[in-house]
């Protein structure tokens, strides 16, 4: 079993910034990629920013220039700086990992953190 725990949501303004944590445990064999969705009232989840194990990165048309996602390997955690954000930025955002743990490799979820930027 994988546990994916996230933190550092909350309400910002306009062009206001935030920080997401989420911090991979459990079983862990290996890690294949990280990376953070979000999902709006009313619409799908969609790709925020993801990173695979060699450090390529990619990311949403919308965030790139504004979001970062960073990983410390030696946590098993994944961080995404969020810039200049705006209303539209507005979800809940989820932690995801591609994981190999003793048994199984597949895809592993957090519970979600709140993002909501309004003035």
């Known amino acids: 079993q994988v546990q994916l725990v996230e933190s550092g949501g909350g309400l910002v303004q306009p062009g206001g910034s935030l920080r997401l944590s989420c911090a991979a445990s459990?079983?862990?064999?290996?890690?294949?990629?990280m990376g953070w969705y979000r999902q709006a009232p009313g619409q799908q989840r969609e790709l925020v920013a993801r990173m695979i194990s060699s450090g390529t990165t990619n990311y949403a048309n919308s965030v790139k220039g504004r979001f970062t996602i960073s990983t410390d390997n030696a946590k098993n955690t994944v961080y995404l700086q969020m810039n200049s954000l705006k209303p539209e930025d507005t979800a809940v955002y989820y932690c995801?990992?591609?994981?190999?743990?003793?048994?199984?490799?597949?895809?592993?979820w957090g519970q979600g953190t709140q993002v909501t930027v309004s003035s």
């Open positions: 995801n990992a591609d994981v190999q743990d003793s048994n199984y490799r597949g895809a592993w």
């Open positions: 459990g079983s862990i064999f290996r890690i294949y990629a």
